[in-house]
Every structure is written in C-alpha cells, then in structure tokens.
C-alpha cells in the first residue's frame, strides 16, 4: 500500500501553462517536503511544510498543506523548460526521528 | 552544494557476487541514508544511520547491509546481489534527521546485476 499518492504521473504541457500536481495520503503527516529531480541526480529539496493550511511560495512554484495535513500542492504558474523534472513528495508519518516516506513522483515536461 | 560522493557512478555485476557501494560525505552530518529508486515504487528507504557504528532498518532491508565506522563514510553492501536489486541508489545526508531538515542527495549509483 503506498501510503502517498501523486497525481498526475505524467504531465506534459507546454511553456507558459499552468499545473498543479497533488500528493495524497490517508494518514495524517506532521511535515511534508517537495523535492524535485533531474535525470541523473539526486532530488533537490524545494520546501518543507509543516502547519495544516500553511501556503508557501518559491518564486512560480505555490506549496500548500492541507488543512488536516492529509495532502498538499504545488502549483507552477508561467511553466518553463527548465521546470521539467521529477516532483516528489515526502511526508513524516513518525513525528519522531525522521524516516521519510516517499511517493512516486510526477513526471512533469515543459516543452519550449 | 553539499559535498556527498558515491562511488561507483555506475557497476555491472554478477548474480551471485557481492558488491559494496560508498557513501562519502564533508559536511559532518549526523544522518546518512540508503535509498533505492525504481521506476513505479519511488524512493524507498534501505538503511539509515544515525550516528558512527549506529544504524537501523528501513522499508526494504532484506538482502542489504551497512557499516559506519566514521561518521564520513556510509557503506551498502549487497552480500549475494541479485537481479531484483537492479536499481539507482542514492545516499542522503541530513544534520539533525528531524522532519523540517533537508535532506541532501548524492548523485547515485546505477547497479545492474545480470
């Protein structure tokens, strides 16, 4: 049972769209981070959120938490090429010493 | 960029052979993590240590183990590889291991057991 759901898997759009990707668990999370991954390397984190509710922005890209801490978003607005990338995403189920769970992925393409 | 090497880059093995990946880092981190990544499962955890001579299991252990003797080195060995341990693997490092602390990725190892 994957305890984080990602959706969409795949996304292909082109530059100058708008996406959203969602992450979604049945368990509540005490944090939650965004990574994102380039082929051939490591996830490089975006944003760690922990309070239900909480909204964050990191220039084009919006995180938000959900309220009950069960899901969060990310939001690109304006998408460009150098966009493209794996979004993961990983939760604290713990709220101990940190064993992060992580989802699949989106595999988000930004055509020029 | 947080200094974390993993050596080999790439290695084509043998069922059957033992292989030993490394894990080497320069920020003197307390955390070290084992990962492996496949397509359709993610990232799953393997083993982490918390600590020189300390480690503890993750989600995927079976067929894995690990040594710290330093806290700079982090060592996966795959005793008897085998073909389902085809994978990506990377190594993480984290300072205090807490949830709200970044977890810095190395840039892998693709192992191909034939």
């Known amino acids: 049972t994957q305890l984080l759901e990602q959706s969409p898997q795949f996304l292909s759009i082109q530059e100058g769209e708008n996406l959203t990707v969602y992450c979604n668990s049945s368990?509540?999370?005490?944090?939650l981070q965004w990574y994102r991954q380039e082929p051939g390397e490591g996830p490089v984190l975006l944003v760690t959120?922990?309070?239900?509710?909480e909204v964050k922005k990191l220039k084009r890209l919006t995180f938000q938490f959900g309220d009950a801490r069960k899901d969060s978003s990310l939001h690109i607005t304006a998408a460009q090429p150098g966009d493209t990338g794996l979004y993961l995403c990983?939760?604290?189920?713990?709220?101990?010493?940190?064993?992060?769970?992580f989802g699949r992925g989106t595999s988000l393409i930004v055509h020029p | 960029d947080a200094g974390i090497t993993q050596s080999p880059r790439h290695k084509v093995t043998e069922t059957g052979t033992p292989v030993t990946l490394r894990c080497h880092q320069t920020?003197?981190?307390?955390?070290m993590y084992w990962y492996r990544q496949d397509p359709g499962h993610g990232l799953r955890l393997i083993h982490y240590?918390?600590?020189?001579?300390?480690?503890d299991k993750g989600e995927v252990s079976d067929g894995y183990s690990v040594s710290r003797s330093k806290t700079e080195d982090f060592l996966l060995t795959l005793e008897s590889a085998t073909s389902s341990q085809t994978s990506v693997y990377f190594c993480?490092?984290?300072?205090?291991?807490?949830?709200?602390?970044?977890?810095?990725f190395g840039p892998g190892t693709r192992l191909t057991v034939l």
């Open positions: 959120v922990v309070t239900g509710g």
């Open positions: 240590s918390y600590g020189v001579k300390d480690t």
């Open positions: 920020e003197n981190h307390r955390y």
């Open positions: 993480a490092i984290s300072e205090s291991g807490s949830s709200t602390d970044t977890q810095y």
């Open positions: 368990s509540v999370f005490s944090s």
């Open positions: 990983a939760g604290d189920l713990t709220g101990g010493s940190y064993i992060p769970t």
